[in-house]
């Protein structure tokens, strides 16, 4: 068939019907093309800019672009929620460059969330300065003007750029760690500060949100010291509630230009969401490479670094054009090198499938993507119109392709597809009352001014920090962070914990992987993905951040086995339902490495190393909710079916209330979260909904008042699910983490016996406001957290000071 004839929808639309296995269960009627609503650009730029945005933008500018720099022309803080591509980066980069035009020291601070944005934005600001003549020529005298500015920024370019540059492009983690440290070194930067972009800011929420909070009015407290009041711009294309996001992530008052004020031209899209009779992962790799080899550009979004790698090896042995390869894999660890090709062929359309993570969500420039496939629904309704957004830009068609994967809240979804789309953005959490971490900030302000914490300028830092200083004045706070000397480096601007580990191959780096990860796609001995090729692990190095990589050749695969153990620390609320307890509790996580098991690509099982390996724990101090079945209905549950059907059906429980936890409490993220069963000795078992960020974000408690509407739609969805096998399917029982497989009949027994527990009136134990997470002890080498009772650090390996 000649592809060329048709259009991408048209393409999309045969390729999908006629792909063997695949059906449709949700097909609406396609977003129709916009034409753009623009009006004259604002005749009081200075004339040079005036003059370069005329001739790029002979159509003038889009409503909402106008409106926008009204209110920045009026120096209103201003966030700009728009669709995607509707030119949201030229409202952010007019008024900055018209300030040069008129002030050559002004400075302005760029902030993005990933480095690749930073690259990405630094390249069309180099490009349009150079076609302002004053500003070229500002630039040839000053070749660090505009300088990114992160941990890839040489050390011997650093000191220039920190004397010239007036544009910084950076990240929150540099702005902590390299500006507000040492505020010496950016003295003439923050006197002339005059604005400051915050692009991508749905990204600040959670714990890295909660940091970037306090980081914010960190700035502004630093900027009042240097006689200096920049106007903040925000930017996003999914955010629930953009003012009050931005206003509670800065301290602020913010104007919004909405999505009603869009006056953007946009193409014509489609969406699709399809179920697979095979694996979703088979389905979306051949889906792609015929979508690809019909001329189209295809972005895949796995859930996963993993999936993505084993679809693009395998995508290898499917490609028919070997003389001719264009698919890749783009996450994170890749060198800026790999990323910066990938980006670059998908542009030049050399690159026309890309198997990749949520590393592309963002706005990076990647030109216009014909197709977007997204194997298993994206965590979030964010990232569903983020991924969606990457397809159709300026003008041009799009089609858009979900294929439901095998989990219980795709199953549910594929079958009430409405639902789904329904959705709003899911509310971006802050949490400005977690101790920890507002402890750890109230020191790094008190270093910033010197150490004198009566400096502190309490009406920029917020109450909060106002209060820490009345406890710490009255005596009552001593946390150990506020005696350490260099405060800056125990704070984990992203809540991960501890620094990247470097991947290096005959002593060449090729990326870095973060601990969490590494526990499951590095350990010891396993076999590890990284852009279509493969590589053993020979030792992993905790104090050197590395891990040691040698060439695989064979046709071998690893999967980590993770145990996750559970203290709970104090209980906030409790109630007991018969002989059933639910409880919010302060927590700490454990996860462990027991094996490491090798298989062929046939699957079949080729060795298993046992134990740790030596492998780092990762501890993760938390909050959540827990249901506990108390032993006398347990003992009647194992007597009823069997020991090992009875913990069978627990852990498939708690599988099916991770999956379905969002359907209960309203839009979240659910890389925010997890759960775990846990069957500790001598002691009742329990079902644990918990925060995967340190100290929590008020997330997962939110399951307290709502778990016997979790156990109910636990039971719906495994009742109704057509599957027809005892065993199930990985849509309601079967779990693909699990070598023992579950029972339906024993999973849906356990939860309608948790149910009917559940339906008695509940005898209130204990019930008090949650409380955040009580201060921790940290390493003093690396400054991680220090679990009670550890005797050596799991992050670098020294040993704790009193420990025996």
Request: aromatic share 6%; charged share 25%; proline share 6%.
């Amino acid at each position: 068939m000649n592809w060329s004839d048709l259009s991408t929808i048209e393409t999309a639309r045969r390729i999908l019907t006629t792909t063997e296995g695949l059906s449709i269960c949700y097909d609406p009627t396609a977003e129709t093309q916009r034409e753009g609503v623009c009006g004259a650009v604002p005749s009081d730029l200075h004339s040079e800019l005036l003059d370069y945005v005329q001739t790029q933008y002979p159509a003038g500018l889009f409503r909402h672009q106008k409106l926008a720099l009204q209110h920045l022309s009026n120096d209103l803080h201003t966030v700009i929620a728009t669709r995607t591509s509707s030119g949201k980066s030229l409202i952010y980069s007019i008024p900055v460059l018209n300030r040069l035009l008129s002030e050559a020291d002004t400075t302005a601070l760029f902030l993005f969330p990933q480095k690749a944005l930073a690259n990405d934005q630094l390249q069309g600001l180099i490009k349009t300065v150079a076609g302002i003549p004053t500003l070229a020529r500002l630039r040839a005298v000053k070749p660090h003007l505009i300088s990114r500015y992160d941990g890839a920024t040489p050390e011997d370019r650093r000191p220039a750029i920190r004397d010239q540059v007036q544009v910084l492009l950076t990240n929150p983690d540099m702005l902590h760690y390299a500006v507000l440290a040492y505020p010496e070194n950016w003295q003439r930067f923050l006197t002339k500060l005059r604005y400051v972009i915050v692009d991508e800011c749905h990204e600040y929420r959670g714990i890295f949100g909660t940091n970037v909070s306090y980081l914010f009015r960190r700035l502004q407290a630093m900027c009042r010291r240097h006689h200096s009041s920049p106007v903040f711009i925000a930017t996003s294309a999914t955010v629930q509630s953009p003012q009050l996001h931005m206003e509670r992530l800065t301290g602020l008052p913010f104007a919004c230009v909405g999505p009603d004020d869009d006056g953007s031209r946009q193409g014509e899209r489609k969406i699709w969401m399809v179920k697979s009779a095979e694996h979703a992962y088979d389905a979306g790799r051949k889906l792609t490479l015929e979508l690809a080899e019909a001329g189209l550009t295809v972005l895949t979004f796995c859930l996963s670094r993993t999936a993505a790698e084993r679809m693009m090896a395998r995508a290898g042995r499917d490609n028919k054009d070997a003389e001719s390869p264009f698919v890749r894999v783009y996450r994170a660890g890749l060198t800026p090198t790999e990323r910066e090709e990938i980006e670059a062929g998908l542009r030049n359309r050399s690159i026309r499938a890309v198997f990749t993570t949520s590393a592309l969500e963002l706005g990076i420039d990647i030109g216009a993507i014909d197709v977007v496939v997204c194997v298993g629904l994206p965590n979030t309704m964010m990232s569903l119109w983020q991924r969606a957004g990457r397809a159709g830009r300026a003008g041009k068609q799009g089609a858009v392709i979900l294929i439901a994967g095998q989990t219980p809240i795709d199953a549910y979804y594929a079958e009430h597809p409405t639902v789904l789309f329904e959705r709003d953005h899911e509310p971006l959490i802050l949490n400005l009352a977690n101790r920890p971490v507002r402890n750890l900030h109230y020191a790094c302000a008190v270093k910033e001014v010197g150490g004198d914490e009566l400096k502190l300028d309490i009406g920029s830092l917020g109450p909060e920090i106002g209060e820490v200083r009345r406890h710490r004045e009255a005596g009552q706070l001593r946390d150990p962070v506020f005696y350490v000397s260099d405060p800056h480096r125990s704070v984990r601007m992203r809540g991960t914990g501890d620094e990247a580990y470097k991947l290096m191959c005959n002593k060449e780096d090729i990326g870095d992987i973060d601990p969490f990860h590494l526990l499951r796609e590095a350990p010891r001995n396993g076999i590890y993905s990284h852009g279509g090729k493969r590589y053993r692990v020979t030792d992993v190095m905790p104090k050197a951040r590395q891990v040691r990589l040698s060439p695989e050749f064979g046709p071998y695969f690893t999967t980590s086995n993770i145990g996750t153990s559970i203290r709970v620390r104090r209980l906030s609320a409790i109630r007991e339902h018969g002989s059933v307890i639910v409880a919010q509790a302060i927590l700490d996580v454990n996860d462990y490495l027991r094996s490491v098991t090798e298989k062929h690509l046939n699957g079949q099982v080729v060795r298993t190393y046992q134990g740790s390996g030596g492998m780092p724990n990762n501890w993760l101090p938390t909050e959540g909710t827990f249901l506990r079945v108390e032993l006398p209905l347990w003992q009647e549950a194992i007597d009823r079916l069997g020991d090992p059907a009875a913990k069978a059906a627990l852990v498939t429980s708690a599988r099916l209330f991770g999956s379905l936890f969002p359907t209960i409490t309203g839009p979240c993220d659910a890389t925010d979260y997890s759960a775990t069963a846990d069957f500790p000795k001598n002691a009742p078992p329990a079902v644990y909904l918990y925060d995967m960020v340190q100290y929590g974000v008020g997330l997962s408690i939110e399951a307290y008042g709502r778990m016997a509407d979790l156990v109910s739609r636990s039971i719906e969805l495994v009742r109704a699910c057509d599957c027809g096998i005892d065993e199930g399917c990985f849509q309601c029982v079967r779990n693909p983490q699990s070598e023992v497989p579950a029972s339906r009949a024993a999973t849906l027994s356990l939860l309608e016996m948790i149910e009917a527990e559940l339906s008695q009136p509940p005898k209130l134990i204990q019930e008090t406001a949650a409380d955040a997470a009580p201060s921790v002890a940290a390493c003093a080498d690396c400054h991680a957290p220090r679990p009670p009772a550890a005797r050596f650090c799991s992050n670098c390996g020294s040993k704790f000071e009193n420990a025996s």
